[in-house]
């Protein structure tokens, strides 16, 4: 069969200069399978609104969003912006009901899963629940976060070793989704994902935004009560308004 007409119809769009893609809900498995079957694997990145701002930056995280395999984006106000500059509406995912859908669908074809990050109890407590959880997802890993870096060359050989469908990175690894892209040809060609707080959610140390408070888009409010400076982000949330307006007014 030609690799072309099976893969799925997948938009990306363009958002001030940093790619969105358009995956319905019920894409998602399909998407999956085509970027495990196709032996490149590659990233997924999930958006948020200082993620965008970043990544319009040249550099090291722009070239990791440009080159990602899929790009989801995770804040109510990249919908907005998306429909008022292109006049398309990307799905907006809350991050771990994204993950949940990935796993569902790699452990439908029992496909492979190594976990990296977090602190060795939560680690463990993770492996633990999502085993449960899903039994015939294959978990062929897993490494604490605060690794040193004269652990980094065994850790490395240890991913491509187990070839995971899926690297689950969480937090407590050095630069986060940049770990990801400064390691790219040094892991094996499967998915790869950074999520910061996924682990602690998983072991049930961490809520998550309830739906009701995701979709109307206010999750933020929450976070910023549990690190107050996260109130400052609403000068980069300002920034993002006039680029639009401008945007709109003067570039095609």
């Given amino acids: 069969m030609d ?8 938009e990306r769009i363009n958002l001030l200069k940093v790619p969105l893609d358009i995956v319905p809900e019920d894409q998602i498995a399909d998407v999956i399978y085509h970027h495990i079957k196709s032996g490149r694997g590659g990233n997924i990145v ?18 990791f969003v440009l ?9 109510k106000s990249l919908i907005r912006g998306a429909h008022f500059l292109t006049g398309r509406t ?18 439908a074809r029992e ?10 109890r939560i680690l463990k407590t993770t492996e633990k629940n999502i085993r ?28 491509r070793k187990a070839s995971p469908s899926l690297l689950l990175v969480g937090k407590g690894v050095h630069g986060g989704e ?4 400064r390691n790219n040809a040094m892991l094996n060609p499967g998915l790869r994902l950074w999520c910061s707080d996924l682990f602690e959610v998983f072991a049930e140390r961490k809520k998550r935004p309830s739906r ?14 549990q690190n107050p400076l996260r109130f400052f982000r609403i000068f980069p949330y300002f920034y993002y308004k006039l680029l639009l307006l401008v945007y709109r007014l003067f570039k095609r």
């Fill in 3 to 10: 690799t072309k007409s099976s893969q799925p119809a997948i």
């Fill in 46 to 63: 999930l958006l948020s609104l200082v993620d965008l701002l970043r990544a319009r930056r040249s550099g090291e995280y722009r070239s």
């Fill in 67 to 75: 080159g990602a395999a899929l790009v989801i984006p995770i804040s």
């Fill in 90 to 107: 990307p799905v907006r995912y809350m991050p771990f009901d994204f993950v949940i859908s990935l796993l569902t669908a790699l452990e």
């Fill in 111 to 120: 496909y492979s899963l190594y976990l990296l990050g977090g602190k060795p």
């Fill in 132 to 159: 449960q959880t899903f039994p015939k997802l294959r978990v062929v890993g897993r490494y604490r976060g605060s690794f040193k870096r004269n652990e980094e060359g065994v850790l490395l050989q240890a991913i």
């Fill in 178 to 181: 940049r770990w990801i892209a």
């Fill in 212 to 225: 009701a408070v995701f979709d109307r888009g206010l999750e933020g409010i929450g976070y910023c009560f």
